[in-house]
């Protein structure tokens, strides 16, 4: 699926904007305008915005609208509408009809409507929920109680839900690109592509040209040859670098056809418990983030996202992991030009049957493998997440699952099926990773042969040893040496460890919970990570504090391990970090 553009042959309409919004409460024809509807920004979650507690935590169905106009020369094209994401699951309907349904909340999908529209007004609807049980990623536990739906989520962020990424409506002719990937191999400074077109149509030739980033023609050919890249310019970490590979369709010597498509050039490789980058040792520095912001809930905040990157890029970060779910394209698209190192990772949140965010953090055993099924979603939203984001060169490794019951009886048998499935799919073949829960330490794993990097979430000091920083370090240091005895030629990730800090709180004594206790917590961590050459990251919990659901451990239903606020105030670990990745 193609990223709709503008081009010489193509339209594209934005549909951005206020939309009416309205709860089910009972049936609604899809035929006739919604009643008694408010409005509410798209994209965008609608549950911040509506300021109304009930509709807020509405777990079950709802409706949008709008309207559109079509000229009478587009009515005779090919009309197709895009959505970004709508989170969870949604119906579309156009003038009434049902289009297409789509399962997953974090991945496009688009439908052909040209034979439901008409010259003049539309109307178009969604009937959108944000449902989760044992089958969806991310999980969850739902029953029905005293008529109502009510959802036990086993993950630690709100279940924003909505239109949170742009809709869009572009136009093709009859002959039109369908879907391009780039492949390609690199040997030393020569870099052959092979990109793979998809044409549905009419045609009698195509035009291919890939430029640099001066405009200039570096190679060109058709669509069955090879294109040569004589003198490869790569793509590297905080030094993108882009080319442009111009697709041109043609029939009976008209252009009926054109697409341009980035991509970059950059090899990956994991080799004695190191990662290459380009055939150079990678370390991550980064974050762990969310799609989280005041007013937008779990939407798409684009001068956000912006203003983000430039603050960990600003601080010597290199590096984030999409946690928990593939992030909006358009993110993607500014991490391939700022040349930042993304960890991609499927909304596999949740595959834990008992999780639960407790104040003893009590995750017990279960039957998490026989009792929840979710690999027909799994393995769905993968194929949706490498068909978007296999051609992105900030993109290096895919992440599989978020924290899963990994050292329960059945889970090897689950993911070497998901494993196999993923490497089948990437044309670059990138490294995986299942990132790992405490509860599924060295001696309790059973995926950790499954994956080419390993990937640690762990709260030493935190939801263990809490506030005993010396017993923290000892217990780290003791897993870490269990963990590259296992597994002495893979790297390890942390990918998560952090500890809640109430911005503006200070200790004397340097107590939980204050931001001088935030500092050491790091810098202990810190300390053991640098006596071991088979870690290669950090990417600390989180880059700014985020909502999750309300509970004892989440002041103001917050999770405020953030080095930021939610708003973006620094917290005192930030200078710290500065001074040590900017040496780095």
Request: glycine fraction near 6%; proline fraction near 4%; aromatic fraction near 12%.
């Amino acid at each position: 699926m193609l990223y709709p553009k503008q081009t010489v042959t193509r339209t594209l309409e934005d549909f951005s904007g206020l939309w009416k919004f309205k709860v089910e409460k009972g049936k609604v024809d899809p035929a006739t305008q919604l009643t008694n509807p408010q409005l509410v920004a798209v994209p965008a979650s609608f549950n911040d915005q509506v300021f109304n507690k009930k509709v807020r935590n509405h777990v079950g169905y709802f409706w949008y609208e709008t309207t559109f106009n079509i000229p009478n020369e587009q009515a005779v094209k090919r009309n197709v509408l895009h959505f970004g994401a709508v989170t969870q699951n949604c119906e579309v309907y156009v003038n009434g009809q049902l289009v297409g349904s789509h399962i997953g909340g974090y991945t496009p999908f688009e439908f052909e409507i040209s034979s439901y529209i008409k010259a003049g007004r539309n109307d178009l609807k969604l009937r959108v929920n944000n449902l989760l049980d044992n089958t969806t990623i991310p999980s969850a536990h739902q029953e029905s109680v005293d008529g109502h739906i009510k959802q036990q989520n086993r993950f630690d962020f709100f279940n924003y839900a909505g239109i949170n990424r742009p809709v869009k409506l572009y136009t093709t002719a009859l002959t039109y690109i369908d879907d391009v990937h780039i492949n390609y191999k690199v040997t030393d400074n020569q870099t052959t592509v092979s990109p793979a077109i998809k044409i549905n149509g009419d045609y009698d030739r195509v035009q291919l040209t890939i430029l640099d980033e001066d405009d200039q023609e570096v190679a060109s050919g058709n669509e069955h040859g090879q294109l040569i890249i004589a003198a490869t310019h790569r793509w590297q970490p905080l030094a993108a670098y882009l080319y442009r590979l111009n697709i041109n369709v043609y029939n009976k010597g008209n252009l009926v056809d054109s697409y341009t498509k980035e991509f970059g050039v950059r090899t990956i490789k994991v080799k004695d418990h190191q990662i290459f980058i380009n055939d150079q040792p990678f370390y991550f520095q980064g974050f762990g983030w969310h799609e989280d912001s005041l007013a937008h809930g779990g939407g798409l905040n684009l001068p956000q996202v912006v203003m983000d990157l430039n603050i960990m890029k600003s601080m010597g970060a290199n590096s984030f992991r999409t946690s928990h779910y593939p992030y909006a394209e358009e993110t993607m698209r500014l991490a391939d030009h700022l040349g930042f190192v993304v960890i991609d990772e499927v909304p596999a949140v949740g595959l834990y049957e008992s999780f639960a965010v407790t104040l003893d953090n009590n995750v017990h055993a279960g039957k998490t493998w026989e009792d929840l099924h979710p690999a027909k979603n799994h393995k769905a939203a993968l194929a949706e997440m490498i068909d978007r984001d296999c051609d992105h060169p900030s993109v290096i490794m895919w992440s599989l699952a978020n924290e899963p019951a990994s050292q329960e009886k059945g889970a090897h048998e689950y993911f070497r099926r998901i494993v196999e499935y993923a490497k089948k799919l990437d044309p670059q073949r990138r490294p995986v990773t299942i990132v790992n829960i405490m509860a599924a330490d060295a001696d309790k794993d059973l995926v950790g042969d499954l994956v080419d990097v390993i990937c640690l979430n762990r709260y030493y000091g935190w939801y263990i040893d809490f506030g005993d920083l010396s017993k923290a370090q000892a217990d780290l240091t003791a897993e870490l040496k269990k963990w590259h005895q296992k597994f002495p030629d893979k790297p390890i990730i942390f990918t998560e460890f952090g500890a809640d800090t109430i911005a503006g709180m200070h200790s004397a004594q340097r107590e939980p919970y204050s931001e001088e206790y935030q500092v050491d917590y790091y810098k202990a961590n810190f300390a053991i990570f640098d006596k071991f050459d088979f870690v290669q990251g950090e990417q600390l919990w989180n880059f700014a504090d985020f909502v999750t659901e309300p509970g004892m451990i989440r002041i103001g239903g917050e999770n405020r391990k953030g080095i930021f606020t939610r708003n973006r105030l620094p917290k005192e670990i930030v200078q710290s970090l500065k001074q040590r990745w900017l040496k780095k």
